[in-house]
């Protein structure tokens, strides 16, 4: 199910125009099944939640504003239906109940660094990933009328699947290992927590919540404990011996590993920007400044050439770098034969990778 506001309808209808011919399932919306006027009759629409496959939500002001689509989420979330929030914008966040409700499902941005057709196609694939797979064909009952209260305008896509299990269920269940499993794509994106209070105050009910795990497979105390947990397990073999010697016989799968992985890194990554945000260049440690590097989205090449122990080297070598244009020339040269040197003779920087470094510290001289 692709809930929306019809604030937004013209982006859904784009959405939903493609998703009918590459999804692995029946895409149903209210602009192609229905009339005008649209009546509120919520019995409906909420057995077609229960009965869907995935929940698929583009999530803006317009929606966290709605109560039908707050509604709709509280419904889904409380049938454990698998939820792909979809933004549209780098810069909007969602608010505070939808990150408690939503926190730890995998999403999609659009308008961000990637292009949108690639979004795109990491949204079908996210669809088209069952988590459930059954060897009769399940239908879905479509409901005739949506329920949008006289101010909200909410509209809903329901997305049906032939290989779904639909029965309802509001207990947590372990997953199936996926038979053909999409790999990077199910940690490509992760959640980020939207509420203006910090991680680290977060009592045990509202970190359960984030992770949407229960406290059988994995219980944290408070915020502290969560943030501590994510910067333990930041090394793949750990990440591994964690899993295989804790939380598989536990009943967590693969699948949901890797999202908790996924969801983990962007927890240590937005933390970690609010501490950026918060402190001046001198004072970052070393992995602040790969932190840093990472953040202005530089290749692993480039990222693997510098060694800063600190703050204060980066921003000393920013200052020398921007003093005049000779230098940033110059500079390139010297660093293009480092790369070089350091990947066994390839010719890896581009010039739009440099631009892109030059502009960071130039921004970087500014704050310090």
């Known amino acids: 199910m692709v809930s929306y506001s019809h604030k937004d309808s013209s982006f859904c209808q784009k959405l939903v125009k493609i998703l009918k011919d590459r999804v692995q399932g029946d ?8 009339q005008p006027p649209y009546e509120d009759d919520w019995e409906e629409i909420a057995a077609a939640i229960t009965d869907c496959d995935v929940v698929v939500m583009i999530v803006t002001a317009n929606y966290c504003s709605s109560k039908s689509c707050r509604r709709e989420v509280i419904h889904a979330d409380k049938r454990s239906k698998r939820m792909i929030p979809v933004y549209h914008g780098s810069e909007y966040e969602p608010e505070d109940w939808f990150e408690i409700r939503a926190g730890s499902a995998t999403w999609v941005r659009f308008g961000c660094m990637k292009s949108d057709e690639d979004v795109m196609e990491t949204l079908i694939k996210l669809i088209n ?60 994106s992760s959640p980020v927590p939207t509420s203006r209070k910090p991680v680290e105050q977060w009592i045990g009910d509202e970190v359960q919540e984030w992770l949407h795990l229960p406290s059988s497979v ?94 204060i080297e980066l921003v000393i070598y920013a200052k020398m770098m921007i003093a005049s244009p ?43």
């Open 129 to 188: 990933c069952q988590e459930t797979r059954k060897n009769r064909v399940d239908t879905v009952t479509i409901p005739k009328k949506l329920h949008p209260e006289s101010n909200d305008n909410v509209s809903s896509v329901l997305i049906s699947s032939s290989i779904v299990d639909a029965s309802p269920s509001q207990s947590w269940h372990p997953i199936p290992l996926l038979t053909d499993p999409v790999g990077s794509i199910l940690t490509i």
């Open 218 to 311: 994995l219980q944290l105390s408070n915020g502290r404990a969560l943030l501590t947990y994510a910067r333990l397990i930041s090394d793949e073999d750990i990440q591994r011996d964690e899993y295989e010697r804790n939380l598989r016989d536990r009943g967590l799968t693969r699948e949901q590993w890797a999202n908790l992985i996924s969801s983990l890194t962007t927890l240590c990554m937005f933390d970690n920007k609010k501490m950026l945000s918060n402190t001046l260049p001198e004072q970052w440690s070393s992995d602040d400044v790969k932190y840093w590097l990472e953040q202005h989205k530089l290749p692993k090449y480039l990222l693997d050439t510098f060694s800063f122990v600190d703050g």
């Open 27 to 34: 895409v149903w919306v209210d602009f192609i099944k229905l």
């Open 326 to 368: 000779t230098r940033v020339d110059s500079e390139y040269d010297c660093l293009r034969a480092r790369v070089r040197v350091r990947n066994n003779g390839q010719d890896l920087l581009q010039l739009d990778d440099y631009a892109r470094f030059v502009r960071a510290l130039k921004k970087l001289v500014e704050q310090s």
